[in-house]
């Protein structure tokens, strides 16, 4: 599901942190994430969903064609 999707569900009160879930883990915490794949997912300082992929914009270029 996409961040944005669980915010609209967050705020029609219609999703359920998964928190309790994450505290039974022994293998499994909000530090295996990236803070910011995170970020979109916390409410209230719960946690909503976990990142199924993360990825970065990056610009290439050749210094010596400048």
């Given amino acids: 599901m996409r961040p944005d999707y669980v915010a609209t ?12 879930f994450m505290a039974r883990e022994k293998t499994l915490s909000r530090a295996s994430y990236f803070k910011g794949a995170l970020d979109r ?21 050749n210094r010596t064609l400048l």
């Avoid at 997912?41 to 270029?61: E, K, R």
């Fill in 9 to 20: 569900f967050y705020a029609a009160k219609s999703i359920q942190p998964i928190d309790p």
């Fill in 41 to 61: 997912l916390i409410f209230a300082n719960q946690l909503y969903g976990l990142p199924s992929d993360y990825w970065f914009t990056v610009l290439y270029y």
